[in-house]
């Protein structure tokens, strides 16, 4: 079974600052992987997924993330936060069960707080 | 724009209760999903539902749960006597295809605390 490690329960950063929120995870296999995001009383919406295709992807709200093969991560960036990105960030890998059908295989979660 | 709907936000139970949690799925979806969360601890899958009959459990998945499509709209999850450790946020999703790299639609959960 895959894995998925984030490093970093909750991370502050100031309002503007580079935002870095680490993805490490296990796969014999090419992965695919997911960014998810919940704000506070909300469910879980996706920001991005690395499919393959490249290997920078570019999701909503400015965030972006890069898959490393050779570092196994797939770490989730923003240039400048906004007040408005706190929120709880999940990573995830999608993981083909015995069955043949697919789950999702989640990180902790990184709680990120923003200080204006 | 489509979303996933699960009622209620907050359910308070005693234990030894049964509890139905509920959910819509987006409407041209044909795969769902139960996920849950322990407070402080990481998202776990349940259960995968397509065609009306179970794809996938995962070990939490015991004989105290159960999934049903009741009337091609909702999707429920019910725990036929429940424990103080089933208190967690559980997640309902969807998916439009089977594949690896299909995105899954979440409901913005049911908050289930075993008193």
């Known amino acids: 079974a895959q894995s998925v490690t984030q490093l970093g329960s909750h991370v502050s950063v100031s309002e503007g600052a580079l935002v870095l929120l680490r993805c490490n995870y296990s796969s014999s296999v090419p992965p695919y992987l997911f960014w998810y995001v919940q704000y506070p009383n909300q469910g879980l919406q996706l920001l991005l997924k690395?499919?393959?295709?490249?290997?920078l992807v570019k999701g909503i709200n400015g965030f972006e993330a890069e898959f490393k093969k050779s570092e196994t991560s797939f770490h989730l960036t923003k240039p400048s936060a906004h007040m408005s990105d706190a929120a709880e960030y999940f990573c995830a890998v999608s993981d083909r069960t015995g069955a043949g059908s697919y789950q999702l295989t989640f990180g902790k979660g990184t709680k990120l707080s923003v200080i204006p | 724009e489509p979303e996933v709907t699960q009622t209620p936000s907050h359910q308070v139970t005693q234990m030894g209760q049964e509890v139905i949690l509920r959910c819509v799925p987006i409407?041209?979806?044909?795969?769902f999903y139960w996920y849950r969360q322990i407070l402080g601890q990481k998202v776990e899958f349940l259960v995968s539902f397509y065609n009306n009959e179970i794809s996938e459990k995962s070990e939490i998945f015991d004989d105290q749960f159960s999934v049903e499509r009741p009337d091609g709209s909702n999707f429920t999850l019910k725990i036929r006597s429940t424990k103080l450790e089933d208190s967690a946020m559980y997640f309902c999703?969807?998916?439009?295809?089977?594949?690896?790299?299909?995105?899954?639609?979440f409901g913005q959960g049911t908050r289930l605390t075993v008193v």
């Open positions: 690395y499919t393959s295709a490249a290997t």
């Open positions: 409407s041209n979806h044909l795969y």
């Open positions: 999703a969807s998916s439009e295809a089977l594949q690896g790299n299909t995105e899954a639609f």
